[in-house]
C-alpha cells in the first residue's frame, strides 16, 4: 500500500500529519488558557477548585499532543528536529520548563503538607498558561520568517566536525521574540486560548459566577485576539515568502508567497475561512444566544485555521523552516525527511491514530458526563 508511493507523496503525507497534530495542539491549549483565567473567574475557594478541575482533566491530552507533535516531526523530518530543537535550544528548554511544572502543579497542588504551598503551585500554572501558548505561537511563527541557521549535509561525513546544522544567532532561538510577526502569532495564540478556556469554563462548570465572569473574560480578550491576528494576517499575505524552484531546489524570495499560495491551492483558502468563521460563531453564540456549545466551534474553527497556516507553510514549492542567515540551507519537505523506507514504514502505524482518536473521544465523553459542580468539590471527589 504506502510503499507502493512515492518518497514526495509520502513527505506530503506526514506533513499533513504533522499539520493536524499542530492544529489539534492549538485547540488543546484551552488548558492553558484556562489556567490565566482562573483567578479572574473565581470568587472563593470551591469555585477555584472547580475551575482548576475543570481544565486539569484535560491537561495530560495537551501535554501528549505536544510530545507526540514533537516525535512525529523528528521521525519524519528529523533534520529540522536536529536543527530547530538542537539549535533553538533556549526557546524550547523555556517551552518544556513551562510543561513541566504544568504537571507538578496538577499533581501536587492539593496534595496535603506538600512544601511549596497551593499557591506556589497555581503560579505556577499561570507561568505555563501566560508563556506555553506565546512561546509556541512564537516557534510557529519562525516557519513564515524564518531562523538563524546553517546546513551542510556534507559535514556528517567529517571526523572533525560531523554537525549538520549549526545555529548562527547567539540568543539560541530567543531571537525570534525580536520579530514582530512572531509575536503577533504568539499574542494570537495566547489571547485564542484564553478565548477557549473562557468557552470551556462555560461548557463544563455549573456555576453561575464563573460562568458569567467567563463570558466577560470571552469579550475582553476577543477583541485583543482581533487586533494581533488580523495584522498578523495581513503582513503574512502581503509580505515576501521563501519560495522554492521545484527543478533546481534553489530558495529565493517571491513577492506575496503565502496569499499566492492560498490562491493556488483553494483547498488551504477554504480552510482558513471555515475557521476564522467557525471561531467568530463560537463566539457569538456564546455571546449573544447565551449558548454553553461556543467551545465546540471555535475548537473546530481553531484545528481548520491551524491547519491552513501549515499548509501553505510547506506545500506548493515553499520552504517551511527557512534560513535567514543562508537562503540555500532553508528546509523544505523534500530535502530535510526521513528515507522513503522509515516513512513508508510509520505510514503503516499511523493507521492507528483513528484508533487513538476514537479512545480519546470516549475517553472525554465519560469525563464530562456532567458538569463540575460545588456540590462536587465539598464531597472531595476531585484530583486536583
Do not use: C
Amino acid at each position: 500500500m504506502f510503499e507502493t508511493l512515492s518518497h514526495l507523496a509520502l513527505q506530503q503525507y506526514w506533513w499533513v500529519i504533522i499539520s493536524l497534530l499542530g492544529a489539534l495542539l492549538v485547540f488543546l491549549m484551552f488548558v492553558l488558557g484556562g489556567q490565566t483565567l482562573i483567578g479572574q473567574v473565581a470568587n472563593t475557594e470551591v469555585q477555584k477548585d472547580m475551575a482548576v478541575n475543570s481544565i486539569g482533566r484535560k491537561w495530560e491530552l495537551t501535554f501528549t499532543t505536544l510530545v507526540v507533535f514533537g516525535g512525529a516531526f523528528f521521525a519524519s523530518f528529523p533534520i529540522f528536529y536536529a536543527t530547530s530543537f538542537g539549535g533553538a535550544y533556549w526557546l524550547w528548554m523555556l517551552i518544556l520548563f513551562t510543561f513541566i511544572v504544568q504537571a507538578i502543579s496538577y499533581e501536587f497542588r492539593k496534595k496535603p503538607s506538600n512544601f511549596l504551598g497551593q499557591k506556589t503551585y497555581e503560579s505556577f500554572l499561570l507561568i505555563n498558561g501566560l508563556f506555553g501558548s506565546l512561546l509556541i505561537g512564537m516557534a510557529v511563527g519562525t516557519f513564515f520568517t524564518g531562523a538563524e541557521f546553517s546546513i551542510d549535509q556534507v559535514r556528517i561525513t567529517s571526523p572533525g566536525d560531523n554537525i549538520i546544522s549549526r545555529w548562527e544567532s547567539p540568543l539560541h532561538g530567543l531571537e525570534a521574540a525580536t520579530n514582530i510577526q512572531n509575536l503577533l502569532l504568539g499574542l494570537s495564540v495566547f489571547f485564542l486560548a484564553r478565548i477557549q478556556g473562557a468557552l470551556y469554563f462555560i461548557n463544563t462548570i455549573d456555576d453561575e459566577t464563573v460562568v458569567g465572569k467567563s463570558r466577560k473574560q470571552l469579550l475582553w480578550n476577543t477583541i485583543p485576539f482581533l487586533l494581533v491576528f488580523l495584522p498578523f494576517m495581513v503582513m503574512l499575505l502581503t509580505g515576501e515568502g521563501f519560495a522554492v524552484n521545484p527543478e533546481s531546489g534553489e530558495v529565493y524570495m517571491e513577492p506575496d508567497k503565502y496569499l499566492q499560495n492560498y490562491l493556488q491551492m483553494p483547498v488551504a483558502g477554504i480552510f482558513l475561512l471555515v475557521g476564522v468563521l467557525g471561531v467568530l460563531a463560537g463566539i457569538a453564540i456564546t455571546l449573544f444566544r447565551q449558548s454553553n456549545k461556543g467551545i465546540w466551534f471555535t475548537g473546530a474553527g481553531t484545528v481548520f485555521a491551524v491547519l491552513s497556516l501549515f499548509i501553505v507553510a510547506g506545500f506548493n514549492n515553499t520552504a517551511y523552516y527557512p534560513s535567514t542567515f543562508d537562503l540555500q540551507s532553508s528546509l523544505t519537505i523534500q530535502n530535510s525527511s526521513s528515507s522513503h523506507y522509515t516513512l513508508t514504514a510509520m505510514s503503516y502505524v499511523s493507521l492507528l491514530m483513528p484508533v487513538v482518536i476514537g479512545y480519546i473521544w470516549y475517553a472525554w465523553k465519560l469525563m464530562n458526563r456532567k458538569n463540575i459542580s460545588a456540590e462536587e468539590m465539598e464531597s472531595g471527589e476531585h484530583a486536583y
